[in-house]
């Protein structure tokens, strides 16, 4: 499963972070460090982190793979 996000619209907020820790990582203020190729057991956690993002910055899957990359 591979993601995007869109830091463009990421505002720091750190809600899949918190979510899914082993893909998401901030660094300092809104660097946000992610993994593209989420490693299968992570997946429920990086759909969750998608949903609770505020900004919904995070493209999983299907809309990934119908944009970029
Ligand atoms: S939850 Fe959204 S806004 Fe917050 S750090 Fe993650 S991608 Fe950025």
Same mark, same amino acid.
């Given at each position: 499963?591979?993601?995007?996000? =869109?830091?463009?619209? !990421?505002?720091?907020?750190? %809600? !899949?972070?918190?979510?899914?820790?082993?893909?998401?990582?901030?660094?300092?203020?809104?660097?946000?460090?992610?993994?593209?190729?989420?490693?299968? =057991?992570?997946?429920?956690?990086?759909?969750?982190?998608?949903?609770? !993002?505020?900004? %919904?910055?995070?493209?999983?899957?299907?809309?990934?793979?119908?944009?970029?990359?």
């Amino acid at each position: 499963m591979r993601i995007v996000v =869109d830091l463009t619209r !990421c505002q720091g907020y750190a %809600q !899949c972070v918190f979510l899914a820790p082993k893909v998401f990582e901030l660094h300092g203020e809104e660097g946000l460090l992610y993994a593209p190729a989420v490693p299968e =057991d992570q997946g429920e956690r990086v759909r969750q982190a998608a949903a609770a !993002c505020p900004v %919904q910055a995070i493209l999983v899957g299907e809309e990934v793979s119908a944009g970029a990359r």
